[in-house]
C-alpha cells in the first residue's frame, strides 16, 4: 500500500462538505496544526472520493480494513497508530481523514502543496480503486449549502455565510413570527412595499432565498446583528471576526 510520511495536518472536525475543509493557503496561525508520522494513501474514483469529502456517511467497510491501524502519530518518540485513518486522491487533489475509531469521516484536512504534489505523483501508473458506497445520496439543504453558494468565498465569508443560514433558521422558531418581515426589510429596504403584503412565511422564505445567493457587505451586516443576541451563535461570530493570523 502506498503511504505518506511526516504529513502536515490540519483537522477541522465534522466537516459535512469539502468547502468546510480549508486549502492551505487559508491556514491561519491558532490552527491546531499537526504532524503524522505516516498515513496510507489511496488512489479512489471521483464518486468514492466526493462521497467521503462531501459526507459524514458510513465509510466502505472494505476501505476501512484496508487501512486499520495503517496511520501513525510520534508521541515522545513513541508511535501510536490510528485506527481509521488515510489520505485519499483522485489523481486531482488529495485531502485526509480521521474516523476518531468510527466508522465516519469525523475530521479531514488537506495536505499542503508539496505533499499534495508527491501524493499525486505517486499514484501516476495506478488505476483507481472503487467501493461500494452505503450511505445515502447527498442533499443539500440551507444548514449545508450546495457547493455553488460558495464558490469564489474566502475562508471567512464561507464560515459566516453557514453561520447566517443557521441564525435565519432559528427565526423559524422565534416567539415573534413577525421578525423575519422586519429582517427581510432589513437587508432588502427596497422592497419594503413587497414585503407589507406578505405572510411571516413568505417572508422567511424570500430572506432565505435572497441570502443563500453571493456574499456582501449587507449579508455580514445581516449576519452580526441576527446573532447578537443568541450566545452560541454570536461566539462564533466574535471569534470568526478576530484578524486573521496566516500560518
Known sequence: MLALYDVWVN????????????LFHEWRKDDGIELLDQTPLLYVDDKTFDYVLNSLEVMPRKMLEMIEDETYVKKNQVRHSIKYAAAL?????TFLFDCLGYDLPVKKSRLIPRQERTSLEMIDKFEPLTFELEGEEKVHHHL????????????????????????????????????????????????????????????????LNLT????????????????????????IWDDEMKPVKKS
Open 11 to 22: 483537522w477541522f472536525d465534522g466537516a459535512e462538505n469539502g468547502y468546510d475543509v480549508p
Open 144 to 207: 449545508s449549502l450546495d457547493p455553488m453558494y460558495m464558490t469564489g468565498l474566502t475562508r471567512r465569508e464561507r464560515q459566516l455565510k453557514s453561520l447566517l443560514m443557521m441564525a435565519i433558521d432559528q427565526l423559524k422558531l422565534a416567539d415573534h413570527p413577525e421578525e423575519s418581515k422586519y429582517w427581510l426589510t432589513e437587508f432588502r429596504p427596497d422592497l419594503y412595499n413587497e414585503v407589507k403584503d406578505m405572510d411571516s412565511n413568505q417572508a422567511w422564505n424570500k430572506l
Open 212 to 235: 443563500m445567493n453571493g456574499w456582501s457587505d449587507s449579508h455580514q451586516n445581516l449576519c452580526g446583528k441576527l446573532t447578537e443576541n443568541q450566545p452560541f451563535l454570536k461566539t
Open 89 to 93: 486522491t483522485n489523481g486531482k487533489t
